[in-house]
């Protein structure tokens, strides 16, 4: 399959740790990739290449994967953090398309 | 610095065709795939395709309709989409972004959009 499954929304209280999880067996082949997007704004890369932050986006966001999951984790979530998070791979398959996942919504508490 | 700048928002009716442009800057231009992403309202992310930079050569995602066109013109550094035959359900705001890739050794590659466009909303209505 060349899906990429998210969960639809996930909720963490305010200074807690969440983890977003991204399925997929395009995984397995190649790491994924972290996008966060507020209300009315444009997608933000927050994490690459596994576990690289772009330069700008806090140490509390951090990847990691195993198998066929990806997962972006944000320790200490805070107020801001609130918002939609894609995560993005190639197609295993098919290496020439780019597979996003449906997005999980964020809410602090 | 590096930003990718899109043409404003535009009202259309069924049938019509639009053209939107993505301006790049701060990097060279045909070094890096740019990729086509859209999103309707109250929907997620989704992919649209990426043009080649370097060649001119479009990749489209499966499925997706021949109504919509991937442009270059190398000389300005701007990439277009054109949409023909304009739906209702065409409405969204329509997103450029330009791909990096990496390699993890020993064997992991990695692609990433580093730098998105502002977004183009495009309404269709009568």
């Known amino acids: 399959s060349s899906e990429l499954t998210q969960d639809p929304a996930v909720s963490v209280a305010l200074g807690q740790t969440v983890r977003i999880t991204c399925q997929g067996d395009n995984l397995r082949s190649y790491h994924g990739s972290w996008y966060q997007q507020r209300p009315g704004q444009a997608p933000v890369l927050v994490i690459y290449g596994n576990n690289i932050r772009p330069s700008g986006i806090p140490d509390r966001f951090s990847g990691s994967s195993s198998g066929n999951t990806a997962s972006l984790t944000i320790t200490g979530a805070q107020a801001e953090d609130e918002a939609d998070y894609y995560c993005h791979s190639r197609d295993s398959s098919a290496n020439h398309l780019v597979v996003l996942g449906g997005g999980t919504k964020l809410t602090v508490l | 610095q590096v930003q990718l700048v899109q043409s404003g928002s535009e009202l259309k009716k069924p049938g019509a065709s639009v053209k939107i442009s993505c301006k790049a800057s701060g990097y060279t231009f045909r070094s890096f795939p740019l990729n086509w992403v859209r999103q309707a309202p109250g929907q997620g992310l989704e992919w649209m395709g990426w043009?080649?930079?370097?060649?001119?050569?479009?990749t489209y995602a499966q499925g997706l309709s021949g109504r919509f066109v991937f442009f270059l013109d190398t000389s300005l550094g701007t990439a277009s989409l054109q949409i023909s035959s304009l739906r209702a359900d065409d409405t969204a705001v329509y997103y450029c972004?330009?791909?990096?890739?990496?390699?993890?050794?020993?064997?992991?590659?990695?692609?990433?959009?580093?730098?998105w466009g502002n977004g183009t909303t495009v309404t269709v209505s009568s």
């Open positions: 043009i080649d930079t370097n060649t001119g050569k479009p």
């Open positions: 972004a330009r791909e990096m890739s990496g390699y993890d050794p020993p064997y992991t590659r990695y692609y990433y959009m580093d730098v």
